[in-house]
């Protein structure tokens, strides 16, 4: 009987012990997610998102760690998990004090047996120059740093794969979105699967689009389930003098899109939507005009 009780009260005690360790690991990285995203000094930043990644890498170490949704992170990072439960993203940014951006993420796995982890090096930097970026293959070390808020899987087909939907600051005046495409060789992650139609009835097709636009605006980009079609604002000059300079770029009320077809995305203009209120309401905003959040959000969540 006493044997009994104690292997009880030890068995409580280890369990509680436990829950107080998660506790206290989830106060240490929401306390650093906070320092990241909003402390007034650039090297406190900085060192503070490297001290939240060695304990966040820990934290998934632990078993089962795919089940944990850690919905106490979302004010700092982004996490979108794969309709199939295949894998998740974790993707964040930290700020610079010239108004740069630094993306970190990683792709998790989801595999029962170990931790199955693949970090994401931003590469933003050196593919800003590239001219072929909307066509390169990028392996998860060259990746184009986003903040991702959707994942569309393309799933049914010979080669299935992934549309990540991004959020892109770039500048002090401009920011862009991002349509990323993921699938999986040999069991790791690779982005880059030339599926999305550059224009109407071009028959070329990238592997990624990037939408620059000012900063002075919002744009929508998202999965519009109902209409089976990615929908995104059509971006325009706001004068002929600025032809060219997308960075300056701006939405004109009108719609276009990607309806898919023999599994690709084929490039739809003008298209005429209905419920356009409840799509204007989901435009994902740029943190910096939002002071109550510290990431970029969907409106209404």
């Known amino acids: 009987m006493r044997r009994f009780l104690f292997l009880v009260i030890f068995a409580t005690q280890s369990f509680f012990c436990f829950s107080q360790n998660k506790t206290s690991l989830l106060d240490s990285l929401k306390k650093l ?3 990241f995203t909003s402390d007034s000094i650039e090297a406190n930043r900085i060192s503070a998102n490297y001290d939240f990644i060695k304990l966040f890498v820990n934290s998934l170490k632990e078993k089962n760690s795919f089940l944990n949704p850690y919905s106490q992170l979302s004010s700092f990072i982004s996490i ?15 700020q610079l004090d010239n108004g740069d951006y630094r993306y970190y993420g ?20 050196n593919l800003k120059v590239a001219s072929n970026i909307a066509d390169t293959t990028l392996q998860t070390n060259q990746w184009y740093g986003s903040v991702y808020y959707q994942i569309l899987p393309v799933l049914g087909i010979k080669n299935p794969y992934y549309i990540l939907f991004g959020w892109k600051g770039k500048t002090l005046q401009s920011n ?5 495409t993921l699938s ?10 030339q599926v999305l139609e550059d224009a109407e009835k071009s028959n070329g097709f990238h592997a990624r689009i ?6 002075d ?30 960075d300056l770029y701006a939405p004109d009320l009108s719609y276009d899109g990607y309806k ?11 298209l005429k939507l209905k419920n356009l209120p409840e799509i204007s309401d989901e435009i994902f905003i740029d943190p910096a005009k939002d002071s109550q959040n510290t990431k970029p959000v969907i409106k209404g969540n």
């Not at 439960?85 to 940014?93: A, D, I, L, T, Y």
């Not at 862009?176 to 990323?180: D, P, S, Y």
């Not at 990037?210 to 900063?215: E, L, M, P, V």
């Open 33 to 35: 997610g906070t320092q």
């Open 80 to 94: 979108e998990k794969s309709d199939d439960n295949k894998f998740r993203v974790f993707s964040w940014f930290t």
């Open 106 to 125: 990683a792709i998790q796995v989801n595999n029962p047996q170990k931790l199955e982890l693949y970090p994401l090096v931003d590469n933003s930097q």
């Open 176 to 180: 862009a979105k991002v349509l990323e």
């Open 184 to 193: 999986f060789k040999n069991g790791k992650p690779v982005f880059g699967n």
């Open 210 to 215: 990037i939408f620059d636009y000012t900063k």
């Open 217 to 246: 605006a919002d744009m929508m980009l998202k999965y519009v389930k109902n209409d089976k079609l990615i929908v995104f604002d059509h971006l325009v000059a706001p004068s002929n003098k600025v032809k060219g300079m997308t």
């Open 260 to 270: 898919f077809k023999s599994g690709k995305w084929v490039y739809q203009e003008n």
